[in-house]
T-cell receptor, first 113, second 111 residues
């Protein structure tokens, strides 16, 4: 079945450590997105990518980095510069055409040790 | 960017019809209106999408007035399993314009 796979489901970070969240899709979608969700809050856009080797900052990109070396993969690195990384991270993808909804993964919950 | 405004929460009883309205005053000509459902610790799930007038699928209807400055998601005969957060999203997927999620509406269905 086609879909979006996020891993791991739970992740713990030590102070000063970088961690990378994986997002893979086999839907042949062009665009991919990373969102952050804090408890009781909506989704905020971190980064998005419309095509391979290109990505743009969203509303809250500081302390995060991404890469898009392959169409099906869009990993997110939470760097030590992100002082409040505890959150639920969601990856999404869509066809780069008007009227196409986003498909979401099941998320990664990141916590600080 | 098209900002959306929704009620923070709504309560309903099983079997009732629920209407959730989203305000998006600065919607752009090319923007679509999309609604998602989210359960705790899960990713949002697509419900319905429209551009104008009315759209209906097997789970919901979406009503969009002519000026497109608001939209209403209608859930017929809700059940306890419809308890979730519902998000209204306005934008164009895959375009250079960022998609903006509102804060969502917590729908609680009571027995």
């Amino acid at each position: 079945d086609g879909g979006i796979t996020q891993s791991p489901k739970y992740l713990f970070r030590k102070e000063g450590q970088n961690v990378t969240l994986s997002c893979e899709q086999n839907l042949n979608h062009d665009a991919m997105y990373w969102y952050r969700q804090d408890p009781g809050q909506g989704l905020r856009l971190i980064y998005y990518s419309q095509i391979v080797n290109d990505f743009q900052k969203g509303d809250i990109a500081e302390g995060y980095s991404v890469s898009r070396e392959k169409k099906e993969s869009f990993p997110l690195t939470v760097t030590s510069a992100q002082k409040n990384p505890t959150a639920f991270y969601l990856c999404a993808s869509t066809l780069a055409r008007a009227g196409q909804p986003q498909h979401f993964g099941d998320g990664t919950r990141l916590s600080i040790l | 960017l098209a900002k959306t405004t929704q009620p923070i929460s709504m309560d309903s009883y099983e079997g009732q019809e629920v209407n959730i309205t989203c305000s998006h005053n600065n919607i752009a000509t090319n923007d679509y209106i999309t609604w998602y459902q989210q359960f705790p610790s899960q990713g949002p799930r697509f419900i319905i999408q429209g551009y104008k007038t009315k759209v209906t699928n097997e789970v919901a209807s979406l009503f969009i007035p002519a000026d497109r400055k608001s939209s209403t998601l209608s859930l017929p005969r809700v059940s306890l399993s419809d308890t979730a957060v519902y998000y209204c999203l306005v934008g164009v997927s895959g375009s250079a314009r960022q998609l903006t999620f509102g804060s969502g509406t917590q729908l609680t269905v009571l027995p």
